[in-house]
Nanobody
Framework: QVQLVESGGELVQPGGSLSLSCAAS????????MGWFRQAPGKEREFVAA?????????????YYAESAKGRFTISRDDAKNTGYLQMNSLKPEDTAVYLC????????????????????WGQGTQVTVSS
């Protein structure tokens, strides 16, 4: 079992930045892959970013981003702190949503890591509001 707790969401002006954290407990995150998703009111949950590690060769992390996140968001992880991160820059009003951290022991191609169905463990989410 992995428990995930997100933090860092708040109200920010357009063009601003936020750093979201996802603290894990119950299992070391070095043994799981992590993703960030978001859900805006009245909309379906959507993929934001994922960081995945090949369990066979452990040659490093592969990073995947939604088109809307590319060039603005950066996903990372700190195994020593058992925490994942999502750095968000140049925020736009359309980034307003509840941001959810997720983890899974599964690994596979990018299409798999982008799917919410791949992830087993989910946090409760943190609210990000981008507004002037």
């Amino acid at each position: 079992q992995v428990q995930l707790v997100e933090s860092g969401g708040e109200l920010v002006q357009p063009g601003g930045s936020l750093s979201l954290s996802c603290a894990a407990s119950g299992r070391t995150i070095s043994s799981v892959n992590m993703g960030w998703f978001r859900q805006a009111p009245g909309k379906e949950r959507e993929f934001v970013a994922a960081i995945a590690r090949n369990p066979v060769d452990w040659l490093g992390d592969s990073l995947y981003y939604a088109e809307s996140a590319k060039g603005r968001f950066t996903i990372s992880r700190d195994d020593a702190k058992n925490t994942g991160y999502l750095q968000m820059n140049s925020l736009k009003p359309e980034d307003t949503a509840v941001y959810l951290c997720a983890a899974t022991p599964k690994w596979g191609p990018e299409s798999l890591m982008r799917s919410g169905r791949t992830y087993i463990y989910w946090g409760q989410g943190t609210q990000v509001t981008v507004s002037s």
